[in-house]
């Protein structure tokens, strides 16, 4: 039987890589431009559109899900915006006699 070929002294402790924050700020970006849209707040597709314009200028240029992923929540925080102010308002009923 061979001796172990691992050698100790050579190993390194694991140390967990953190996510991207381009990635966390096309989330949250999402994340607002949905609630933006449901709840037909102007104040959450505001927010959604920073997040996701932070997002699109911090992703990095060889990388191109991160692009696609900070280009679609560009574009649907513009959207819920849009939505927000163009959108179908709620009918008022008229007055009862």
Known sequence: MQPDPRRPAK???YVPQLSE????????AMMTGIFGLMLK???FSW??????VISFVNRRASDNSSGQQSMMSLLFSGMSLVMSYFGPQPVKLPPKL
């Not at 927010?47 to 996701?52: L, T």
């Open 11 to 13: 190993a390194r402790p």
């Open 21 to 28: 924050p381009e990635t966390l700020w096309a989330m949250l």
């Open 41 to 43: 707040q102007k104040i």
């Open 47 to 52: 927010v959604a559109i920073y997040c996701s």
